[in-house]
T-cell receptor, first 116, second 113 residues
Framework: AQKITQTQPGMFVQEKEAVTLDCTYDTSDPSYGLFWYKQPSSGEMIFLIYQGSYDQQNATEGRYSLNFQKARKSANLVISASQLGDSAMYFCAMREGTGTASKLTFGTGTRLQVTL | AAGVIQSPRHLIKEKRETATLKCYPIPRHDTVYWYQQGPGQDPQFLISFYEKMQSDKGSIPDRFSAQQFSDYHSELNMSSLELGDSALYFC????????????FGSGTQLSVL
């Protein structure tokens, strides 16, 4: 079974609007972390936001917020006030367990295009 | 703030040649991860090291090997290169003192001709 599912291969949003990128996950481990990364066309992988499974509040980092619904196993990324520079591929990823150097598993990504 | 440094940024090799990719983690980060991202694919985990010891292994071919040195930098050695090895190779680092966050380098784009 897929551990991380991103069902939106591509999304369009108008500049200054908010957009939600979907991510669902599958794990039986009670301790896990959820990540969102941005990958622009230049290729680098930029960390955006992190949510721990025991965190009581939804994570926020500037214009990025994570809508964490534990019972639904979803961790959607919300980008407010979209900018042209937000056009990129966005990956949701999960890290299971608390063991040292536990790896990330990525979803297949959502390509976001911000339009004028 | 210092980030993860990878070198080289681009590398072109012929089939059957060898390649060495280098990764310098963020200072005081003790864990290094290697990922491979094929064109249009999501990153796939290859291998990780914690305190210079291999800690986890993913879908890394036997032709590849890696190690972490005493200064915590890591090298990924790739031998008998194949066309299918053409990909973007990322290194990431993390530290227990910064919680669970992994930070990635800019990647090395390997092209095998």
């Amino acid at each position: 079974a897929q551990k991380i599912t991103q069902t939106q291969p591509g999304m369009f949003v108008q500049e200054k609007e908010a957009v939600t990128l979907d991510c669902t996950y599958d794990t039986s481990d009670p301790s896990y972390g959820l990540f969102w990364y941005k990958q622009p066309s230049s290729g680098e992988m930029i960390f955006l936001i992190y949510q721990g499974s025991y965190d009581q509040q939804n994570a926020t980092e500037g214009r990025y917020s994570l809508n964490f619904q534990k019972a639904r196993k979803s961790a959607n990324l919300v980008i407010s006030a979209s900018q042209l520079g937000d056009s990129a591929m966005y990956f949701c990823a999960m890290r299971e367990g608390t063991g040292t150097a536990s790896k990330l598993t990525f979803g297949t990504g959502t390509r976001l295009q911000v339009t004028l | 703030a210092a980030g993860v440094i990878q070198s080289p940024r681009h590398l072109i090799k012929e089939k059957r040649e060898t390649a060495t990719l280098k990764c310098y983690p963020i200072p005081r980060h003790d864990t290094v991860y290697w990922y491979q991202q094929g064109p249009g694919q999501d990153p796939q985990f290859l291998i990780s090291f914690y305190e210079k010891m291999q800690s986890d292994k993913g879908s890394i071919p036997d032709r590849f090997s890696a190690q972490q040195f005493s200064d915590y930098h890591s090298e990924l050695n790739m031998s008998s290169l194949e066309l299918g090895d053409s990909a973007l190779y990322f290194c990431a680092s993390s530290s227990g003192t910064e919680g669970e966050k992994l930070f990635f380098g800019s990647g090395t784009q390997l092209s095998v001709l």
